[in-house]
């Protein structure tokens, strides 16, 4: 969350995302009735999750950002507001309240119904990629494609006050270069200030082509040598379709085993649906893969898990196989039943394929740990535990540099480093500086007069 405030008071707030951690927390630190217009650069939990709280608390304007943007956190609130809701009910059948009457979790702090989500999205305006939006007459805003998920847009906020122009731009999260499905982040015109993104500021990806070559050899490796599982924790927007993509490659390449692939994700399953919606707003490659196959995203072998009860009936499923179930980070969702149903197996392999923020279970299986904590007991991990960074959405080091070096240095007047690490936020600050661009690593709440 940026909160943007002009000389005439008028306030923007860029982004209003939950603490993947700590979602339950109540994090504004604002009024929320006092904001003038919210605008979102993407539909990632993290920058979305929390805006219909801003609704319940009083927020009555709109949100900007792009049409798939709008679809995409459709289905991510929707979700959150079905997840309140089940928690809402374990704590009134099990917890010690359970003979009183209860606050509904809507009314729980961090917490809001489908009909708040409902609301919100009512306030939903989409505007079109690269076309500047006069927002009033002090006051405009572009979105330009970062590249980081399907509808993914860097802000630039022109703003005219006291005879003076200024241009300030947060880049949202920015994509990497020459990703399966989505096109390269377009470089932002001239601005006085960034607010830039610095996931991978000090690292840079492990491989940079020939996503599918890997993944051949991982699958050849886990399901016949071994004739194992391979189980893969994949965000349900963004990771899922890259993944699905890449198998239906192989497979009409005739690379592909013959094995079950289950993609147990509902949601995956309707995002699926709103890259189809918008397939003009992919990659050419992409494009000509659709117009070639009439689809990008299913292939012989490919099962797609509905109902709790199939997913839980995969655990009986002893021949070789792929399981594809959110959360990446194994901090809910299906996977970590498949997970936990594999931790022991020392035939099978979980592949992770994305970012890890530090405490989740995926951190701690990443970096070697003996055993983990699931559903309260202790499992051994005798399971073969890989990762690569090749299917990340994120631009690395090298990206993010070349980001902002479209920059003049003479014009670019400070970089404020957010979204990452305390240590690759340093290490990226120390780069810029080092090019001679000057860059500062802004505290929560900290603010700042342009």
């Keep these: 969350m940026y ?23 109540e994090v504004f630190s604002f009024d929320p009735s006092e904001l003038d217009l919210v605008v979102l650069t993407h539909a990632h939990y993290d920058h979305c999750g929390n805006i219909p709280l801003l609704y319940k608390r009083g927020y009555q304007g709109q949100v900007l950002c792009s049409a798939p943007t709008i679809a995409l956190t459709e289905l991510i609130l929707k979700d959150s507001a079905n997840i309140f809701d089940i928690k809402a009910q374990k704590k009134n059948t099990f917890g010690r309240s359970a003979f009183r ?19 919100s999205l009512d306030r939903f305006i989409s505007i079109s990629f690269n076309t500047p939006f006069a927002i009033n ?70 491989g940079k082509d020939m996503p599918e070559a890997l993944l051949e050899k991982i699958i050849y490796e ?22 699905l993509y890449l198998l239906n490659k192989l497979s009409k390449e005739g690379k592909l085993p013959k094995l079950k692939v289950f ?51 995969l655990a009986n499923f002893l021949e070789p196989c792929i399981i594809i179930a959110s ?23 979980i592949l992770f394929i994305g970012y890890c923020a530090e405490g989740t279970i995926g951190h701690k299986l990443i970096n070697g740990v003996k055993s983990v904590r699931l559903n309260k007991k202790e499992i051994p991990v005798h399971a073969r535990i890989a990762r690569t960074d090749i299917f990340s959405g994120h ?31 340093e290490a990226f600050c120390k780069t810029l500086c080092n090019e001679g661009y000057p860059a500062e690593l802004p505290e929560k709440g900290q603010t700042f007069s342009l």
Excluded: W
């Design 263 to 313: 993609a147990d994700s509902p949601m995956a399953r309707r995002s699926t649906k709103v890259y189809d919606d918008y397939l003009e707003q992919l990659n050419d490659e992409a494009k000509a893969f659709h117009k070639a196959n009439q689809s990008l995203f299913d292939f012989d072998n490919l099962i797609q898990i509905e109902s709790g009860k199939e997913s839980k009936a």
């Design 3 to 25: 909160l943007l405030e002009l000389e005439n008071n008028y306030k923007v707030l860029i982004d209003c995302g939950k603490d993947l951690e700590n979602p339950g927390e």
């Design 222 to 243: 886990c399901c016949v040598e071994k004739r194992g599982r391979l189980i893969v924790p994949a965000f349900s927007i963004g990771r899922t379709q890259t993944f």
């Design 395 to 425: 631009a690395d080091a090298e990206d993010l540099l070349s980001f902002v070096k479209h920059q003049s240095k003479s014009q670019l007047k400070k970089v404020f480093l957010v979204h990452g690490d305390q240590g690759n936020m």
């Design 137 to 206: 007459d002090h006051l405009s805003v572009m979105l330009i494609p970062a590249g980081h998920l399907l509808g993914a847009a860097s802000a630039v906020f022109e703003i005219r006050e006291s005879g003076t122009v200024k241009r300030i731009a947060f880049s949202g999260d920015l994509g990497r270069k020459n990703a399966p499905l989505l096109k390269d982040p377009v470089p932002l015109p001239q601005v006085d200030y960034l607010v830039c993104e610095s996931t991978y500021g000090g690292r840079m990806h492990e």
């Design 101 to 119: 009457q209860r606050k509904p979790e809507s009314n729980q702090e961090g917490g809001y119904s489908k009909g708040e989500v409902e609301k």
């Design 327 to 349: 959360s990446g980070m194994i901090t809910g969702g299906r996977i970590k039943s498949h997970v936990r149903s594999n931790l022991r197996n020392a035939y099978s392999t």
